[in-house]
């Protein structure tokens, strides 16, 4: 439950990212007339993708955080073996 707490923050960031997003996309920008302009669609796009990367990126940071979670959770299971080892060994 410890490595779930650490990940909560940013799976939740990334489900405001997407909501956000999403109303964004949904809601539009300017009068319909302007909407229908390349140059109002092209803008569109953009933003498209930008949303896009950052949910990409915010996904991918969550990913990394779990893993080095998963690393440091190895890691201090190594040392505990080594400790108990060392305590345990003939002197």
Not at 47 to 61: F, H, K, M
Not at 72 to 85: G, L, S, W
């Amino acid at each position: 439950m410890k490595h779930f707490t650490g990940i909560l923050p940013l799976l939740l960031t990334l489900a405001v990212v997407v909501g956000c997003a999403s109303d964004f996309q949904s809601t539009g920008l300017g009068s319909s007339a302007a909407s229908d302009s390349s140059a109002d669609q092209s803008f569109h796009e953009m933003i498209d993708r930008t949303n896009q990367q950052t949910a990409l990126d915010a996904a991918n940071a969550a990913a990394q955080q779990q893993f080095l979670e998963g690393m440091a959770a190895a890691q201090q299971t190594m040392n505990q073996h080594n400790d108990e080892f060392f305590q345990n060994a003939p002197h």
